[in-house]
């Protein structure tokens, strides 16, 4: 849906609506979700989140970029560090668990192959244009910058609530962040870094 001029109380309404949906999908993913309860928890009404949004697709669909543009602003690849960058994924992730959950719900009930959002160029091209400079200088692995991304996102997944294994939690003890930080960190120093 396109965007709109919003007044100030407007896009406190939408953040509001935004912020309710977050937690509504992250609970109950994207057919279980109840746009009632949405609006309940917003303090708004149908009205104005069919406005905003279209749908409650349209809404998820909001839901999902926003937390995807907050992970490139609040952790911007370093594609001269990759190892780091995905030790800052991992620490989001412990911050932030419902990112990984709502992606979790795309792949159940939306997208079970390819790429995770439509509109995917867009949101990875900083990402891939860092990754390919990285690699002309000689700093990152040859091969598709999409497909290296991909391996260093996955790594920093490890001991998140996609893991078949371990999911961990930010409130484990520090020492067994450290220990995951120190291995993740030299995992993916040995596997993209040059």
């Known amino acids: ?3 709109q001029a919003l007044t100030p109380r407007g896009a406190a309404t939408r953040a509001r609506i935004i ?3 977050t937690a509504e999908f992250t609970e109950h993913g994207i057919a279980g979700a109840r746009v009632e309860r949405v609006v309940a928890a917003a303090r708004t009404n149908k009205a104005q ?3 905003y949004f279209g749908s409650k697709d349209g809404l998820f669909d909001a839901v999902l970029g926003s937390l995807m543009d907050r ?3 609040v952790v911007p690849i370093d594609a001269t560090d990759l190892a780091d960058w995905a030790v800052r994924l991992y620490d989001d992730y412990l911050v932030r668990p419902e990112v990984v959950r709502l992606a979790t719900w795309t792949r159940l009930e939306r997208r079970p192959s390819g790429h995770l959002v439509t509109d995917h160029e867009q949101r990875e091209d900083v990402k891939l244009r860092a990754i390919a400079e990285a690699q002309a200088a000689g700093l990152v692995v040859p091969g598709d910058p999409f497909d290296v991304m991909v391996l260093v996102i996955s790594m920093s997944l490890a001991w ?5 294994s371990y999911a961990a939690s930010a409130d484990e003890p ?3 962040h450290e220990r ?3 291995l993740l960190r030299e995992s993916v120093r040995r596997a993209v870094m040059l």
Request: glycine share 0%; hydrophobic share 50%.
């Open 49 to 51: 989140l069919y406005a």
């Open 19 to 21: 912020e309710a949906a």
């Open 174 to 176: 520090a020492e067994a």
């Open 180 to 182: 995951r930080r120190s």
């Open 1 to 3: 849906m396109a965007e």
């Open 160 to 164: 998140s609530p996609v893991s078949t």
């Open 71 to 73: 992970i490139v602003d």
